[in-house]
Structure formats: C-alpha cells, structure tokens
C-alpha cells in the first residue's frame, strides 16, 4: 500500500514511520504533490507550530491540493488542527475542511497547559474506532483543542469536553498521537489503512 | 480524566543502562533497549532516556540506540543528556524522540530555550532542573549537580516556562537515590509557581512515595529509575496500588 505521509517542515514523521512499520506498511515522507495524488493513505502528522506548518503548505502548494484529495486522509495532532478552518495560534487560517475552530486551552480553570499525557476518549461515533471501547486511553500533547462540533467523532474531558478527533467523508483528524498510544492506537492505524 | 504518568527513567552511558546513587557511584544494570521494551509491555505510561556518557561517546552510541528504541516501542520517549543547541534536537527527533530534554545549557544560554520551542514547539521541550536545597534555599545545580550556582529554583522554573518550555523535570538532589520519598514540598510550591506539567524524579523507594507524589505534591508524573530497574516496584502492581488510593491512572 502506497502510504504518504505528508512533510511540512517540523513534523514529527520519524514515529509515524516506525508505527507503520509496526504494522507490516512502510510510508514515505514527502511534499511532492504529484506522490501525494497518487497514495492511497495520506496522513498528515503533527508536531509543531501552526502558523509556520501553514505557511510551510502554500509554499508547497500543498494547502490547494489536500482539500481535493479523495483518498482517506489521516491528521494527527496539529495535523488535524490544521484540517479545521481556523486556529488561535499564530492567529493562522487553516485549511477548512473541518468546521470548528481550533482554541487554546484557557489558563484560569486549573488546568495545565499544555495538557500532558493519558487520558479517555468517548462517545466514539466512526469505523477509525473498531475494535476500541469507549473510555481507551489514548496520549495526548496540545495546548490547543476543537470544541465539541457536529464533525466530532470522540470526545475526551479536560476542564471540559472538546471534540478529541473529528471526521467529514474521507478526512479523519484525531487530536491525540495514535502512533504513541500503545496497542490501541496501533489498532486505530490499522483501521485507518483498512478504509 | 488525564491521569497520572509513571516514568522510568535509563541512565545510559555507553549504551548501557547505569544508575547512580546521590549523582554518583555510577554501575551498569542492564541492556536499556530490552528495559524500555519490558517497561512499555508493563504499562509505563513514558520512558525517558537521560546520556551521561562524553560528548564523542555519545554520538557513536545514543543515535542508533534512539533509534532501535523508536522503533520497537508504542509509547512516548524523551531523550536527554548533553543537548546544547537546535541541530542536536533535530537530530535526535528524526531518530525517533517524541521529546528532548534540556538542562545544563539552558542555564548557560536561555535564549535556546525560545529557539526550540519556536523550531519545534513546546511540547516537546522539557526543562530539565537538578536542584539542591542548602540553608532552606533550593538552587540550581549544573552538569548533573557538580556544578553549584546561585540561582533560585522556583525563578528559573518560571522563566524557563515564559521562555517556551513544555513540562518541567524537576531532580531533587537531596532525594535522588536516598529512597525516602520525594520533594513533595518543593514540587508543591513548584506547581503553584508555574502552569505546566511537573514531572518528579530523585526519592522514590516504596508505592506511598508515589501516591504522596500525586497527592502532596500534585505532580503530574513520577520518574525513577533504581526501583523498577532492580525489581523492587513492578509497574503493574504500582499502578494497580495507586488506582485503589483513588489516583487517577491509566491500566
């Protein structure tokens, strides 16, 4: 299977790779658009900054070409923030796949943020979460969240409920890092390459 | 509800494993690839990795072994120990590390650490902070605690989180390898000064250190090495200890 995973600078695509490999695929990193048309998995993975990963994709062409792409498409992290309209860091237009807009994570509730670690997704609502019962454990790193939309696949608590992955057609973004989260997130990759 | 994370942390110098007592009395226990492979199957919520090896030592041993680790395991992994500038992180990051943990060259040079979390984000920059208390003060100490200085713990924790750093790992030098709990007052004081995550190290010895941890000193992880390293704490049985004192924690 043909696995892109796509390169906007400062992702973190080593673990994407390694997890794949985990389960008998092997991706390949790139930015070229033509060997992104011609996957058949595309994720887009997620470790950085926001405005700078967008500007990143117009240098690339790649914030034209994703939102046309037919083929299932996987954001993780930042990865799926940037699948939403908008995001509050760095103030950046996204690529508006996802109607929600992405918020930070408010300082006066007594919540740390970034929010660091393990915890529960629920209200699972998509074939990505075969074979996961409610309340999995899944890990977590992010400062900035998607409130709970009509696009909301799961969803997980932190100070309050915001949606922890979110689907439209062939597009999925999950918040949490499914390459990081044990055998359960292994899993949600393995449903992923089913579709 | 996030939860509480209990991380085994491997000294490496050359490749192996090694732990020391009060930063010093350095011995080898064990292959850290087979470690943190029987840690993740046993519930370890996160490795961490910290190199003392030298400089040259450390470039011909740490990368490939990121590597092996990076890709046999399924859970996150912070690698430390002698970073000290943009490249070193990256490098370490296309090896597979989720996060790098930076200590002795923040102090020396805190611009480095806004220049990580503007290349890489916060969320993968630790902090890390070697502290000892003298005369009722807790001052930050350099080069794995040989080298004393004058600043103050608590201002350095709150600069470092000004400047960009995701998660602060706080080493109490008084408890580090003494077994008789953590600093659960100093880490206290620690959580009110500063609005990211707290991961505690130095102290661990028997499983109420680690509720006192999360309960006195509202951490939101606990790092130690020579309890699970030699067997006296396995992490099921931690945890499962832990979830009946009502801590929230992943099994």
Redesign the interface.
């Known amino acids: 299977m043909k696995i892109a995973i796509i390169d906007y600078g ?1 992702g ?1 695509t ?2 994407v790779l ?2 794949l ?2 389960l008998g695929h092997t991706g390949f990193v790139t930015h070229d658009r033509e060997k992104i048309t011609s996957a058949e998995k595309i994720i887009l993975p997620g ?3 926001a405005a700078s990963a967008m500007k990143k994709m117009r240098e690339f062409q790649l914030d034209q070409l994703i939102p046309v792409l037919k083929q299932p498409v996987l954001g993780i992290c ?1 990865g799926m923030q940037l699948l939403c309209n908008a995001t509050e860091e760095g103030n950046t237009n996204a690529l508006g796949i996802f109607d929600t807009s992405i918020q930070k994570f408010p ?1 006066n509730i007594g919540i ?9 997704i629920y209200d699972l609502k998509s074939e990505l979460f075969e074979g996961i019962q409610p309340n999995e ?1 899944m ?5 900035y969240y998607s409130p709970v939309c009509k696009e909301a696949i799961s969803v997980t ?2 100070g309050f409920e915001y949606a922890s992955a979110l689907q439209k057609d062939n597009f999925y973004g999950v918040q949490f ?1 499914p ?5 359960y ?2 899993q949600i990759l393995h449903n992923f390459l089913k579709l | 509800m996030l939860t509480k994370r209990i991380i085994p942390c491997l000294d490496i110098k050359n490749g192996q494993t090694v732990k020391g007592i009060n930063f010093l009395d350095v011995k080898e226990v064990g292959n850290p690839l087979e470690l943190a492979e029987k840690y993740a199957a046993s519930g370890a919520d996160e490795l961490v990795f910290l190199d003392i090896s030298a400089t040259e030592e450390r470039r011909k041993t740490l990368f490939p072994l990121v590597k092996e680790i990076a890709k046999s395991i399924a859970i996150p992994f912070t690698v430390g120990g002698g970073i000290a500038s943009v490249e070193d992180v990256n490098l370490l990051l296309r090896c597979g590390a989720d996060k790098v943990s930076v200590n002795s060259s923040l102090v020396n040079k805190p611009d480095l650490i806004n220049e990580l979390a503007a290349a890489f984000g916060s969320q993968c920059i630790v902090a890390a902070i070697d502290a000892m208390q003298v005369d009722g003060m807790w001052k930050v100490h350099l080069s794995g605690g040989k080298i004393p200085t004058e600043i103050d713990l608590f201002d350095w924790a709150k600069e470092v989180e000004q400047r960009g750093a995701g998660e602060i790992l706080f080493t109490s030098m008084n408890h580090d390898g003494v077994k008789n709990g953590f600093a659960n007052e100093a880490l206290l004081q620690l959580s009110k000064t500063v609005n990211i995550p707290i991961i505690a190290s130095g102290g661990a010895g028997k499983m109420a250190h680690f509720e006192e941890v999360f309960t006195l000193g509202k951490a939101d992880a606990a790092l130690a090495a020579s309890v699970f390293h030699y067997g006296e704490i396995g992490i099921p049985e931690l945890k499962s200890y832990l979830k009946n004192q009502s801590i929230p924690i992943r099994i």
């Open positions: 400062a973190n080593q673990s390694f997890a490999e985990r470790v950085g900054e930042l300082q740390k943020v970034p929010q660091m670690g393990w915890n529960t454990y890990y977590l790193v992010h400062s608590h932190y890092h390459e990081k989260s044990g055998k997130g292994q």
